[in-house]
């Protein structure tokens, strides 16, 4: 089977526009549903975090747009705001040799003002979140008149979070002619059920869900309860890596576990359900900038979490629900990088150990954890620091003018300068750990396009 772009039939512009982003051969979940998603069928999209499903349905949307008609003919609903900047981010490039094509993003945690006004002006392809995109509806400031195509981005994600009357809701303002393209990591039961509801006679293209036995090191640690958290810093401490994730089932571990890594010496801050939306893009921020190096999560926290180079991944506990350690692993060894999973369970939890191996078809030979004499190492700190300046988008700071400053006379060199994120009235950079204090000079005490703006270190 031929897996080139070029054999799709695609319109010129867009695969002019796939060369010039190196993409020539298709991915396997590419190569299996977008001939289907091309042909108008409704496609059911199973493959683990990475596959490459967003250019998938990406492709097949931009494809089928009438640029000439100025209206939302495509709506792609998505589990977290992450995952929606990411996806609209990612069909703006795939769509870049379209002339004037507009994606918008509509998220809750968001000012409706500004998105009602961008609204107004129209807009082709819409990506949101459930509730944000049922709040317009209801208001009667979106319109789906002209719609041809809905996608459900990590479907598994949104029913996980509680999206399901959300959904329903905004399936009532659908057109029912209509092509439907589901993704899912996973494929629970309620994935089933709405897939009957919602879609005609779906194709359903299946990727492997397990991975890859030699990008993923997949190891389990028999421990007992009372030592999980030293468990958790003696793996970090024999790896050491960069950016690590530590998945715990419940808020008040993330906290406790976070609290002890902080206590030893360690760059860590806990990620769930209960934080402001400004704290939680802190943590994010903070921790894609690898000026974080441990995050402990939730999984419904997690979500939609876009880290590019993930190399670890403990799991706390063996979770509630097995599929959820595949999704959980596949966050690490991507894109041909290799990747360790350290897994800690319980006697209680030796049941669960059976039911894992016979998901992943594969045997699981517990290790002993790593000589507890480790523990006497003071935790790491990462390369990098992030700086928090008070200014954003709205005051019209550009990237380039914080790089400016930064690398101003007597300044810091280019390659000592990280991520550089802009909110609406904050930005974020990661300078060199070792260049804190004149970045701090440059940035506080020097001028950012020509004013003083506060800024501080986020630890």
Known sequence: MTTAFSSLGLNADLLANLATLDYHNMT????????????GRDVIGQGKTGSGKTAAFGLGLLQKLDVKRFAAQALVLCPTRELADQVAKEIRRLGRGIHNIKVLTLCGGMPMGPQIGSLEHGAHIIVGTPGRIEEHLVKGTLQFD????????????MLDMGFQPSLDAILEYLPSERQTLLFSATFPSGIEAIAQRVMQAPERVQMESTHDSSSI?????????????????????????DSAVVFCNTKI??????????????????????????????????FANK????????????????????????????????????????????????????????????????KL??????????????????????????????????AG???????????????????????????????????????????????????????????????????
């Not at 389990?220 to 050491?240: G, H, I, M, N």
């Not at 003018?401 to 990280?418: C, H, R, Y």
Request: with cysteine; aromatic share 4%.
């Open 28 to 39: 396997p979940i590419q190569a299996g549903s977008l001939p289907l998603i091309l042909a």
């Open 146 to 157: 002209a719609l041809t195509t809905l996608v459900l981005d990590e479907a598994d994600r």
């Open 217 to 241: 090191a997949q190891v389990f640690y028999p421990v007992q309860d009372s030592e999980r958290t030293s468990a958790v810093r003696l793996l970090l401490l024999q790896q050491r890596p």
């Open 253 to 286: 571990e993330c906290a406790e576990v976070a609290r002890d890594l902080a206590r030893h010496g360690f760059s860590a801050l806990a990620l769930h359900g209960d934080l402001e939306q400004r704290d939680r893009h802190r943590i994010l921020v903070q």
């Open 291 to 354: 000026s974080i190096s441990v995050l402990v999560a939730t999984d419904v926290a997690a979500r939609g979490l876009d880290i590019d180079a993930l190399d670890m991944v403990i799991n706390y506990h063996i979770p509630r629900d097995l599929e959820v350690y595949v999704h959980r692993i596949g966050r690490t060894g991507r894109a041909g990088s290799s990747g360790f999973a350290g897994t800690l369970f319980s006697d209680k939890e030796s049941h669960k150990l059976a």
């Open 357 to 390: 191996e016979a998901l992943l078809d594969q045997s699981i030979d517990p290790v002993p954890l790593p000589p507890h004499t480790l523990l006497k190492t003071p935790g790491y700190k990462p390369p990098m620091v992030s700086l928090e300046i008070g």
């Open 393 to 459: 988008k709205k005051q019209k700071l550009r990237p380039g003018d914080i790089l400016g400053a930064l690398t101003s006379e007597n300044g810091l060199d280019g390659k000592q300068v990280g991520k550089i994120t802009l909110y609406d009235n904050w930005s974020c950079v990661a300078v060199r750990r070792s260049e804190v204090d004149t970045a701090l000079d440059k940035l506080g005490r020097g001028k950012v396009k020509g004013r003083s703006f506060r800024v501080r270190v986020l630890e």
